[in-house]
């Protein structure tokens, strides 16, 4: 199989992001084509662990998360993955909140924000995870 990557590579190239190819669709990777083949669960679930590596270590290496428990952690991480760090970041109130363990204020500041109303019950899931440190699935 490794001469056949190595000539796809040659004659396909890649790109890692989305592309449209010479047949007009939109494309990725080694000429994957997304819309007539898209991507099977198993490979979003791979990106998905990825990306959740990538935001935990954002996360991680931007918050003083000491005091937050896995549930806790992970409503940082879950709304890094939705607006990414920079959007994150930008909760000041807060991250200071989550840094003092006042896990209520850190609940009512993540819902007095436009954040909170662009996604609705997803706020209100995480605001309650946050505030209890209990698991909202």
Same mark, same amino acid.
């Given at each position: 199989?490794?001469?056949?990557?190595?000539?796809?590579?040659?004659?396909?190239?890649?790109?890692?992001?989305?592309?449209?190819?010479?047949?007009?669709?939109?494309?990725?990777?080694?000429?994957?084509?997304?819309?007539?083949?898209?991507?099977?669960?198993?490979?979003?679930?791979?990106?998905?662990?990825?990306?959740?590596?990538?935001?935990?270590?954002?996360?991680?290496?931007?918050?003083?998360?000491?005091?937050?428990?896995?549930?806790?952690?992970?409503?940082?991480?879950?709304?890094?993955?939705?607006?990414?760090? +920079?959007?994150? #970041?930008?909760?000041? &109130?807060?991250?200071? %909140? $989550?840094?003092? *363990?006042?896990?209520? +204020?850190?609940? #009512?500041?993540?819902? &007095?924000?436009?954040? %909170? $109303?662009?996604? *609705?019950?997803?706020?209100?899931?995480?605001?309650?995870?946050?505030?209890?440190?209990?698991?909202?699935?």
């Amino acid at each position: 199989m490794e001469k056949l990557e190595q000539q796809i590579y040659k004659h396909e190239g890649y790109l890692l992001t989305v592309y449209v190819c010479t047949s007009g669709k939109q494309t990725i990777g080694f000429g994957r084509n997304l819309e007539d083949r898209g991507i099977s669960f198993g490979e979003a679930l791979y990106l998905l662990r990825n990306d959740l590596r990538y935001f935990t270590e954002q996360v991680e290496s931007n918050i003083n998360t000491s005091k937050c428990n896995p549930a806790r952690k992970a409503v940082l991480v879950n709304m890094a993955f939705n607006l990414g760090i +920079t959007g994150l #970041l930008k909760f000041k &109130n807060t991250i200071a %909140a $989550v840094e003092a *363990g006042k896990w209520d +204020t850190a609940a #009512l500041e993540m819902l &007095n924000s436009r954040w %909170a $109303v662009q996604v *609705g019950s997803r706020a209100d899931e995480l605001a309650e995870q946050m505030a209890t440190g209990e698991w909202q699935l």
